[in-house]
């Protein structure tokens, strides 16, 4: 299945077609969550630590220059190195303790020249807000209760070989891209002999019946003759 964006409908659709398993491991993508509560109901959910890692390093980058910056990063990279329950608690407490000491910054407003308000620490505050969400959704420790994988890196070669495959025939036209990418997973799947057995020719099978041609010259037809006067004329002919 392919879609053009990552919509609940999307992923809905694509749900809908899979056996649920016990735990899913994905990046985060936006229309999932919902997909879930709505087709998967009963199973678990891993949020891949790297690619949060990679969300909240977006928003506070690699150097933040405040110490609530720094101190948020840090919370987010020691999630690599949480691997157990006792660990997990800790996490949690130290993320608490955090919003004891530097929540009010990530409710602090500012207006701006054009006149309108705004939060200060908008970067801060969506790191902030992104941690806790995927704390209170629970969705960061099911590795531990599981024994799962925790992030999606098994996937990411495959995926980048897509996206280069897709950038490097940039020119192709949609339906071609995606019998493009469908024949990339098609040749991971299957031997190289056994996929072009597959885009061989279909035998026809029926057979036709010979059409009879009449005898004797044909009173109408389509091909060409020289009485029509249709090429030139060599010699005397036509000269008086």
Known sequence: MIATRRSSAAWTALLEQVCAPAVLVSDGGSGLPSALRRCWPETAHQ???FHLQMNITRHL??????????ALRRLAMDLSGVRDETAAIEWQLQLEQWWQAFGHLTRERTMFRNGQWGFT?????KAWLLLRLVAR?????????Y????TTSALESPNAQIR????RHRGMSEEHRRRAVEWFLTLRELPLEHALNLAGPAQNTTTMTPVEEPLGPALYDNA??????????TGWAGRS
């Open 47 to 49: 949020r891949c630590i």
């Open 61 to 70: 980058t690699r150097h933040p220059r405040t110490s609530a910056g720094q």
């Open 121 to 125: 620490h908008d970067r801060l505050r």
């Open 137 to 145: 959704r629970q969705t960061l420790f099911t590795h531990i209760v």
């Open 147 to 150: 024994g799962t994988p925790r």
């Open 164 to 167: 280069d495959l897709l950038r």
């Open 224 to 233: 060409l003759d020289a009485a029509e006067g249709l090429w030139l004329r």
